[in-house]
């Protein structure tokens, strides 16, 4: 059983275009988030939801907008996509927002031409 | 704010040998945790080991080791005997301890070349 699942793992999109990622986990978890890897490999956070409530926002164009439906699924929807937002998204997931480790989807990557 | 620091973008070693990896970090923080990530090919993110900065003692996970500097805030990764399977980007990450609000502040990246 995969702990964290993301899909699509692969999505290729055009400029203007409104897509969505899901990520499910199954582990009980209480907390999750999403880090953007850019082209460079560099991993910053962009959410964290802790128990379907948002704990962090960092500096993300408001295009992107997370949604928690329950605590084991946190959405990525991104609008008017952009050439910049081509990159790997991953999620993750950890016991509680102050839990040591974190557990990572296999990540999506997001193709924008 | 925390940041993470590996000054190496890239490294190779012969397998078998051992290779070492170097990161430093930057916090006013007194209780955190420190962790290398594995991610080969497949860009699944692994995780390879994890510190505790309260603990004096030095976390090992068979081949994988660390040196873990907390005056000169340094945390380097050693690899023994390496094998063809280690070649993957290795990052160094940071994570406040008990703050409720815990993402991981990750390094750039080294990118570890294991040959034959």
């Known amino acids: 059983d995969t702990a964290v699942s993301q899909t699509p793992k692969y999505l290729v999109t055009q400029m203007g275009n409104d897509k969505s990622i899901k990520c499910e986990q199954n582990?009980?978890?209480?907390?999750m988030y999403w880090y953007k890897q850019d082209s460079k490999k560099f991993l910053k956070i962009m959410f964290s939801?802790?128990?379907?409530?948002?704990?962090i926002n960092e500096t993300v164009p408001n295009r992107f907008s997370p949604k928690s439906p329950d605590k084991a699924h946190l959405n990525l929807h991104i609008n008017s996509l952009e050439l910049g937002d081509s990159a790997v998204y991953f999620c993750?997931?950890?016991?509680?927002?102050?839990?040591?480790?974190?557990?990572f989807g296999p990540g999506t990557r997001l193709t924008v031409t | 704010a925390q940041t993470v620091t590996q000054s190496q973008p890239e490294m190779s070693v012969q397998e078998a040998e051992t290779v070492t990896l170097s990161c430093t970090y930057d916090?006013?923080?007194?209780?955190?945790?420190l962790f290398w990530y594995k991610q080969p090919p497949s860009r699944q993110m692994i995780l390879v080991i994890r510190?505790?900065?309260?603990?004096?003692q030095n976390a090992t996970e068979n081949r994988f080791s660390v040196n873990f500097q907390k005056a000169a805030k340094s945390f380097s990764l050693k690899i023994s005997d390496s094998q063809l399977g280690d070649t993957a980007m290795y990052f160094c990450?940071?994570?406040?301890?008990?703050?409720?609000?815990?993402?991981?502040?990750f390094g750039k990246g080294t990118r570890l070349s294991v040959i034959a």
């Open positions: 582990l009980g978890h209480d907390t």
């Open positions: 510190q505790e900065a309260y603990k004096q």
């Open positions: 993750a997931s950890s016991q509680d927002a102050g839990s040591s480790e974190q557990y």
């Open positions: 916090t006013s923080e007194s209780n955190y945790y």
């Open positions: 939801y802790n128990n379907k409530e948002l704990i």
């Open positions: 990450a940071f994570m406040k301890l008990n703050s409720g609000n815990t993402p991981l502040v």
